[in-house]
């Protein structure tokens, strides 16, 4: 359904939003969610191509610029939301989204797989929070991170993505608390299966894998882009002007059918 089914036309206006990891997947479709409702985005990836390709799809919609960056690498990261904030203004919603996984046993983990999966999603998380902090809308800022259902609930072959997704939800508890009074919100996103995404290719990559997930889902089907990306336009809106510090689970029921 197209945004403005869902949303107010211009619901975004005149906003800056800042999304880390914004030329593919889910984050690509929550840019271009806030693109189309107004917003001005900066999106920041590893390859320069993707940033070029992602920022030209976005100008269809309005001013848009990007930044090659790796999130594990903190002055890189530093330096985009610098030139984010010089061309936009103050930033209004930063989006935390850059992530790796891939589907491996403990056993088979070697301790590099496992720090690489950190480095991204956890460390990679904070780089981002801390490196928009001093150019945040205070008040009025939203901070949304990406996590996963993996943060609580335990899942076989994901225990690099299990730790780093609980220890962003815990960090975006704590940073809600600290930065709550400048008027600052943090809120995560856990989306169960998203179709079309290039991590549940990974963590699917079988019809059976593919059949046993949905199964087990009660509403049946799994999420789309566009439902996490409407999640993330309700978190970056001034209808969410009092939540902080939350977890807002997209998975059509999957987590609670497991217990
Ligand atoms: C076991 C693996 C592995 C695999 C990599 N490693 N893939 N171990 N099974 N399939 C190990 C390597 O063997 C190596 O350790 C270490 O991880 C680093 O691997 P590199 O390839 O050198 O790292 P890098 O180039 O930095 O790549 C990062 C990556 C990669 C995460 C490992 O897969 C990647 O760039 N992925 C692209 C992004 C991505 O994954 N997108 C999907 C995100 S979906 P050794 O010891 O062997 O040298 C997603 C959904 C969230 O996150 C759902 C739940 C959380």
Redo the contacts with the bound molecule.
């Keep these: 359904m197209s945004a403005d089914k869902v949303f107010a036309p211009g619901l975004l206006a005149g906003r800056v939003a800042f999304v880390a990891g914004g030329t593919s ?1 889910i984050n690509l479709a929550i840019a271009l969610r806030m693109a189309t409702l107004g917003a001005r985005v900066h999106v920041l990836s590893r390859k320069a191509e993707k940033v070029a390709a992602a920022v030209a799809e976005l100008q269809v919609h309005g001013d848009a610029a990007g930044s090659v960056a790796d999130v594990r690498d903190f002055d890189a990261v530093a330096g985009a939301a610098d030139e984010c904030a010089k061309r936009f203004g103050p930033i209004d919603v930063v989006v935390s989204g850059a ?6 046993s403990a056993a ?6 496992f720090r ?2 950190i480095d ?2 956890l460390i990679g998380g904070f780089h981002v929070m801390k490196a928009t902090y001093p150019h945040l809308r205070r008040p009025g800022a939203s901070i949304i991170n ?5 943060s609580y609930t335990a899942i076989a072959q ?1 225990v690099h ?2 730790a ?2 609980a220890g962003l939800d815990s960090m975006i508890r704590a940073l809600a608390l600290e930065w709550g009074p400048e008027g600052i919100r943090l809120n995560s996103i856990a ?1 169960g299966p998203v179709s079309d ?4 290719a ?2 699917a990559p079988s019809d059976g894998h593919r059949d046993e997930l949905t199964k087990n889902i009660p509403l049946g089907r799994w999420a789309s882009k566009d439902d996490i990306a409407n999640l993330a336009v309700f978190l970056a809106s001034d209808a969410s002007a009092n939540i902080s510090g939350t977890l807002l689970v997209s998975d059509g029921g999957y987590s609670t059918g497991r217990g």
């Design positions: 997947g992530a790796g996984n891939f589907l491996a088979d983990l070697s301790p590099k797989g690489t999966v991204i999603d990406l996590s996963a259902v993996q994901q993505a299990c780093a997704k989306p995404t290039e991590g549940m990974r963590l």
